[in-house]
Structure formats: C-alpha cells, structure tokens
T-cell receptor
Framework: DAKTTQPNSMESNEEEPVHLPCNHSTISGTDYIHWYRQLPSQGPEYVIHGLTSNVNNRMASLAIAEDRKSSTLILHRATLRDAAVYYCILINNAGNMLTFGGGTRLMVKP | EAGVVQSPRYKIIEKKQPVAFWCNPISGHNTLYWYLQNLGQGPELLIRYENEEAVDDSQLPKDRFSAERLKGVDSTLKIQPAELGDSAVYLC?????????????FGEGSRLTVL
C-alpha cells in the first residue's frame, strides 16, 4: 500500500504563508491526494484534494509535483485558528482510504 | 444539514465492562467508517461499510470488537469486554458517492476511558 510521510511538526507566524509537505513516493496512478486537518477535540475535517493539477479552494491550495510523488498544502495567510494537525492521505479507485499516519502538527505564533 | 452524529461523547467504564458507540451518518451517505484514534496519533481504520455490508474489517479485533449497520444507515460499534488499552477516541465518518474524490465527513468522536 502506498504510504505518506509528513514532518511531525511545523511552526509559522500569524499572517504568513505556510507550506506543509507530504511525500507519497509509492502513489498509484489513480490515487487521489486528500488533505484533512484536525482541530483539538474534534474529528478531522476536509481541506482539499487533487489528482494531478494544482487545486485552489477557499481554505487552501494544493500543489502536486509533476511526478506526483509529493505534494504541498499551502495556507496563504496562517491564522491562530489554523493551528491543527494536518493529514495527507491517499484514496484509491475503490474508495479505500490508506492510513492517516501521524500528520503534521502546525503551531501558529501570534 | 446535520453532520455525522456520534454518541456518547464521553464514556468512562471499568475494565471488563461492555461499551457501545452509536453513529448516524449524513443522510444519503452509503459509506461509513469507524476509526480508532490514540492520543497523539492519526486515526486508524477499524471497519468500512458500503450500505449494510462490511467491506473492510481486517483491522477490527474481532475477539472483542463488533460492529453492525443493519439497515445501511446508522451503525453501532461494541467492545466486550473492554481492556485498559481500549482507551481512545472512536471516530465515525461517512462519505457519499464519488469514489476516490468524495469528501469524508467525521463526527466529533466518542472518547472512551477504561479504568
């Protein structure tokens, strides 16, 4: 099964952009890359997903490497409310979700 | 529209006691997941349902854990008997049609403490 690798933690200053990396070197051609985040004492919530092209939505942007072996979640202006654990996961054709892994704990400093 | 509803939010029991968690997914969502999340770790899949069929239960410890989704709507996860190591948050998620592009919606989780 394809797995994802993320740094354990990252720090950012408020109002600055944040780039959260994810490696998925064994990704299959039809696996979608999904990002979720989990605020304290809550269930994970969807952030963004993509296949090959970069994606933008109101929450974030997703930059996908040309070889699809890595991706980067971009928060354009971090706020204190963005402090959370961010998970990068892959979902295959059958809708099977691969393991979440440990995610990246993002700390935002005022 | 109501999100994924789980109950209870918190449960404290003594070891060897039984416990059950209930999940009501978003209306129309055929796929339902149960996850276990230990402190400081990511969620781990326990079981996935497509309607009333358990299509992936390979990670469910079947000696003490059981789950059901009889009518393909709400679901119950049971532990009997509970052990100290079962203390964790149990998350339920649902997903509508869309295969690998569909967004997952999670409930707030049920936090279990086994004493």
């Amino acid at each position: 099964d394809a797995k994802t690798t993320q740094p354990n933690s990252m720090e950012s200053n408020e109002e600055e952009p944040v780039h959260l990396p994810c490696n998925h070197s064994t990704i299959s051609g039809t696996d979608y890359i999904h990002w979720y985040r989990q605020l304290p004492s809550q269930g994970p919530e969807y952030v963004i997903h993509g296949l090959t092209s970069n994606v933008n939505n109101r929450m974030a942007s997703l930059a996908i490497a040309e070889d699809r072996k890595s991706s980067t979640l971009i928060l354009h202006r971090a706020t204190l409310r963005d402090a959370a654990v961010y998970y990068c996961i892959l979902i295959n054709n059958a809708g099977n979700m691969l393991t979440f892994g440990g995610g990246t704990r993002l700390m935002v400093k005022p | 529209e109501a999100g994924v509803v789980q109950s209870p939010r918190y449960k404290i029991i003594e070891k060897k006691q039984p416990v059950a968690f209930w999940c009501n997914p978003i209306s129309g969502h055929n796929t339902l997941y149960w996850y276990l999340q230990n402190l400081g770790q990511g969620p781990e899949l326990l079981i996935r349902y497509e309607n009333e069929e358990a299509v992936d239960d390979s990670q469910l410890p079947k000696d003490r854990f059981s789950a059901e989704r009889l009518k393909g709507v709400d679901s119950t996860l049971k532990i009997q008997p509970a052990e100290l190591g079962d203390s964790a948050v149990y998350l339920c998620a649902s997903r509508g049609p869309g295969g690998n592009t569909g967004e997952l919606f999670f409930g707030e989780g049920s936090r279990l403490t086994v004493l």
